[in-house]
Nanobody, 122 residues
Framework: QVQLVESGGGLVQAGGSLRLSCDAS????????MGWYRQAPGKMRELVAT???????NYADSVKGRFTISRDNAKNTMYLQMNSLKPEDTAVYYC????????????????WGQGTQVTVSS
């Protein structure tokens, strides 16, 4: 069994910062691409940022220059540093990862975390 658990969400004023973490655990062989997505009320889930196992990153235009994605491969953890937060960043943020695992058999699939709420007040 593989689990992704997000943490670090909360309520912050506009202009403030938050750091999200995503911890992967279980019978992990290797973690490939990882990413952060978000879903605001009444809207579709959207990509925020992705990072490859080698550290290459990609960002949505709406967060470029304000958010930084990173990962610690030794800890199976991914981060999202969010600065200069805006009310429109309010959403549930989800962790996503492409993971190879082995319990009884080898498998590779995409996993999602349960989400963490980020609320930015104006």
């Amino acid at each position: 069994q593989v689990q992704l658990v997000e943490s670090g969400g909360g309520l912050v004023q506009a202009g403030g910062s938050l750091r999200l973490s995503c911890d992967a655990s279980g019978s992990i062989v290797s973690i490939h691409d990882m990413g952060w997505y978000r879903q605001a009320p009444g809207k579709m889930r959207e990509l925020v940022a992705t990072i490859t196992s080698g550290g290459s990153t990609n960002y949505a235009d709406s967060v470029k220059g304000r958010f930084t994605i990173s990962r610690d491969n030794a800890k199976n953890t991914m981060y999202l540093q969010m600065n200069s937060l805006k009310p429109e960043d309010t959403a549930v943020y989800y962790c996503n990862a492409d993971i190879s695992s082995r319990s009884r058999t080898y498998s590779r699939r995409t996993y999602w975390g349960q989400g963490t709420q980020v609320t930015v007040s104006s």
